[in-house]
């Protein structure tokens, strides 16, 4: 068995995961310091703003607490196995199967359950919703098509590590259900 040492000093093994080491503060730590697209874009942009995002998007598209939490939520397997690009991801089925396999874990505990076919395209819309934006603005690069209908407006200025990373505590704590276990 091989484990990465977390943030928060948990020794986690993201092949094998253990719920009980899942630990929101250890995503809210270390996303914010992945950059989107492998730094591939004109200034820094987190995976952590990206969640950030997302969940904000939900919310303001109506969707329920448990939909905008999986939002914040939808890239917490990137702080154990980095952010791969889609290209990438697409030819390697054992790293998606372990990242599936991981997500599924986070949600059930966060969640108390795994997403429905439902939930997930309703995410996966918003997560490439905001990726037709990321890359236009971020790439300024056209995107095929019309620009997706947004509730939010984006911020492209780059934040502090310290202060996305407070911004998705602060989420995750408003959106979660009460009586969850922080962990």
């Known amino acids: 068995m091989s484990t990465i040492t977390t943030y928060t000093r948990k ?10 080491l899942l630990c929101v503060e250890d995503f809210a730590h270390a996303l914010p310091m992945i950059c989107r697209g492998n730094g591939h874009v004109t200034t820094f942009w987190s995976v952590g703003e990206h969640c950030i995002c997302c969940a904000k998007e939900a919310a303001a598209r109506g969707y329920s607490r448990r939909l905008v939490l999986a939002c914040l939520l939808h890239d917490a397997s990137e702080c154990y196995m980095s952010d791969v690009p889609r290209p990438l991801k697409q030819e390697m089925p054992r790293y998606r199967e372990i990242e599936d396999h991981l997500l599924s874990v986070i949600y059930e505990k966060y969640l108390g359950s795994d997403l429905t076919a439902e939930e997930q395209r309703m995410m996966k819309q918003i997560d490439n919703d905001l990726l037709w934006y990321d890359l236009t603005n971020l790439l300024e690069e056209p995107q095929a098509g019309d620009a997706p209908k947004l509730h939010i407006t984006l911020d492209y200025t780059v934040r502090p590590f310290a202060a996305v990373e407070q911004e998705y505590l602060e989420l995750f704590e408003q959106y979660r259900e009460t009586g969850d276990e922080r962990g």
């Open 11 to 20: 020794h986690f093994d993201p092949v094998h995961p253990a719920p009980e």
